[in-house]
């Protein structure tokens, strides 16, 4: 079920065969637009979606698949944009999502896979942005984001994870942002995170492990940043954490262990800087610090 409402001009391709379900769309909008859809599949599937705004717009997309499953979007935005994305996988699935936002956009997106998927996300904003992920993942999983700031940029990301999960995320940041993060594992887990910030910046990170977990966080400041990070170990846990910082920062970390654990920390100050940690151990632990500060540190 589709609905279109275009004030000026619209170009629309459709493909669909009925059975295997392969379904195509191409959308060309110049103008105000407005677009729905609802797609509800049983077996293997193909969508792809290719959609071009051009001035204001607002994209709703529910998708239910039972089976195989691969979906593509590409969705390229100039002007103020609305993107609401509600994605329910059982089975294999396999996600890529680009997209390009140029103006004042908002995206939501509600991922909820049951079985072994496949999460690709890359997107790229000029302007200023609300971005919400909320992610369940029942199974193995492998997430990739590729997240490109330019402007005033406000991020939420929340992640459940139960089994096997991979998950990487590189952010770019140029502006003012607030980043904040939810991460919670049932499993074996890695996650690799790579932030790289210019200009103001808050961030919150909160992780809780169960099982095996390695985690690596690369972050780069350069400006006023605060930080607090929030680390709950159950099991074997590996963390690598490789902060640098150019400008006013206040970091945060509150670490508890239970089981055999390796922290590695190496902290570069440049400027004033305040720097809180609390470690909680129990059991067998290895930590390894290192901090180098230039200015005024508390």
Known sequence: MMHYLDRKCYILYILYIPGTGIYHSYLHNQGTSIYHSYLHYQGTSIYHSHLHYQGTSIYHSHLHYQGTGIYHSYLHYQGTSIYHSYLHYQGTGIYHSHLHYQGTSIYHSHLHYQGTSIYYS???????????????????????????????????????????????????????????????????????????YQGTSIYHSHLRYQGTGIYHS???????????????????????????????????????????????????YQGTSIYHSHLHYQGTSIYHSQLHYQGTSI
Not at 185 to 196: A, C, D, E, N, R
Not at 221 to 244: D, V
């Open 122 to 196: 890359h997107l790229h904003y000029q302007g200023t942005s609300i971005y919400h992920s909320h992610l369940h993942y029942q199974g193995t999983s492998i997430y990739h984001s590729h997240l490109h700031y330019q402007g005033t940029s406000i991020y939420h990301s929340h992640l459940h994870y139960q089994r096997t999960s991979i998950y990487h995320s590189h952010l770019h940041y140029q502006g003012t942002n607030i980043y904040h993060s939810h991460l919670h594992y049932q499993g074996t887990s890695i996650y690799h995170s790579h932030l790289h």
């Open 218 to 268: 690369h972050l780069h400041y350069q400006g006023t940043s605060i930080y607090h990070s929030h680390l709950r170990y159950q099991g074997t846990g590996i963390y690598h954490s490789h902060l640098h910082y150019q400008g006013t920062s206040i970091y945060h970390s509150h670490l508890r262990y239970q089981g055999t654990s390796i922290y590695h920390s190496h902290l570069h």
